[in-house]
Nanobody, 119 residues
């Protein structure tokens, strides 16, 4: 059974950094592209970026380039979301998901983890 579990959220001050983890089970993490998404209060879900399965290339939406990165640890079936220079507008529930195609759809979703950034 394919499962993903996001963790590592919490309350952080603006300007700080946070690393979220996505643990994959039921498949090896390099079989799929792993994407990160977030949903802020009262807003729709938006994609952040993903790491491809074939060559580990990472893709990001323009608004997060430079502050977000997605390291991948295939040996431990983990994918991370590193967030630097956190802003209050980064407050959201963050999700990881897996799919065969980095452009979507993402078929498997983990439970989200809440990140709250205080100003």
């Amino acid at each position: 059974e394919v499962q993903l579990q996001a963790s590592g959220g919490g309350l952080v001050q603006a300007g700080g950094s946070l690393r979220l983890s996505c643990a994959a089970s039921g498949f090896t993490s390099d079989d799929y592209a792993i994407g990160w998404f977030r949903q802020a209060p009262g807003r729709g879900r938006e994609d952040i970026g993903c790491v491809t399965s074939s060559d580990g290339v990472t893709l990001y939406r323009d608004s997060v380039k430079g502050r977000f990165s997605i390291p991948r640890d295939n040996a431990n079936n983990m994918v991370y979301l590193q967030i630097n220079s956190l802003k209050p507008e980064d407050t959201a529930v963050y999700y990881c998901a897996a799919g065969e195609d980095p452009s979507g759809p993402f078929d498997y979703w983990g439970q989200g983890t809440l990140v709250t950034v205080s100003s």
